[in-house]
């Protein structure tokens, strides 16, 4: 674990790398073999997985942590637990969480300032702040130097005025002992640069997606970008075979899409040991 810490901040030292997210130990295992040095996991994918929406508490903190172990045993990897609100709203319940999220042996993990409640989108600024305090506490005292990421997620819930509030608020995440800062949904080159001075020199991650704004991992290493993330993309990908798949076959009696496949003998081979 110390080997997969260790090797983890030095990523996020100089240049940029990608770090894909998995939804399960099979597509842990297969990014791992292609050579990606760093892995994420997806609430979004997961919960996919699991049949459920992705929503503040759609899986239950028990569950969760279950899958962060199995992430984490699949390949020697570091590993960035998307750890959405913390699950705990006090700053109290979080350090709590995040002592036992850093038990399940990840390398990182991330505490975004979303409620899931659209009353009230975003906590309140001073709350957000002591609940990063609180994570970094927690990580403090486990002894385990766990990389601590902060995110604001203004973009994602409509903030009216989301780079003046990201950049307020990653600079005061910073301070409070955040490691790294995210703020996704920042695509625009000239945003992403901004946030990347305020927070300097503290490393940031970004959010690529479909289409991804023409970003490409050359010009986001240039902007000063430290990690780049695909979140929900690669489970998306997948689901967007499956379901052209399925659906071709029941509209129109065709197995076309299935042409598109993995071949079996290099899957086989793939997770072959394993």
């Known amino acids: 674990m110390g080997d997969a810490i260790s090797s983890f901040r030095r ?15 099979g597509t ?11 892995l994420a ?19 239950p903190l028990e569950r969760i942590l279950s899958h962060f172990r199995d992430i ?3 390949t020697p990897l570091p590993v960035n637990a998307d750890f959405q609100e913390g699950y705990a709203v006090e700053p109290e319940g979080v350090a709590e969480n ?3 999220c850093v038990a399940t042996g990840v390398a990182g993990l991330s505490i975004e300032d979303a409620t899931g409640t659209p009353e009230s989108p975003l906590f309140e600024r001073g709350l957000a702040i002591e609940r990063i305090r609180a994570a970094r506490a927690a990580i403090d005292a486990s002894g385990v130097p766990v990389l601590l990421t902060a995110r604001c997620e203004a973009w994602l819930v409509g903030n009216r005025a989301p780079l003046r509030t990201s950049l307020d608020r990653l600079a005061a995440y910073a301070d409070a002992g955040a490691d790294c800062l995210y703020a996704p949904g920042a695509t625009a080159p000239d945003e992403i640069a901004n946030i990347v001075r305020t927070v300097h020199p503290k490393p940031v991650n970004v959010l690529v997606g479909s289409s991804a704004a023409g970003l490409t991992v050359k010009l986001l290493s240039d902007l000063g970008v430290r990690r780049i993330s695909l979140g929900s993309a690669l489970p998306r990908t997948a689901w967007g075979a499956v379901m052209k798949a399925a659906v071709g ?17 290099a899957l086989n081979e793939i997770f072959g040991g394993k």
């Open 11 to 25: 990523l996020h030292e100089s240049g940029g790398f990608v770090i894909p997210n998995p939804w399960d130990r």
């Open 28 to 38: 842990a295992v297969y990014l791992h073999s292609i050579g990606y040095r760093a």
């Open 41 to 59: 996991t997806s609430s979004a994918g997961f919960g996919f997985s699991r049949g459920v929406p992705d929503r503040v508490g759609s899986v």
């Open 72 to 74: 984490v045993s699949a």
């Open 98 to 100: 995040v002592t036992r």
């Open 249 to 265: 076959i029941i509209d129109d009696g065709v197995f076309d899409a299935l042409d598109g496949g993995a071949p079996f003998g």
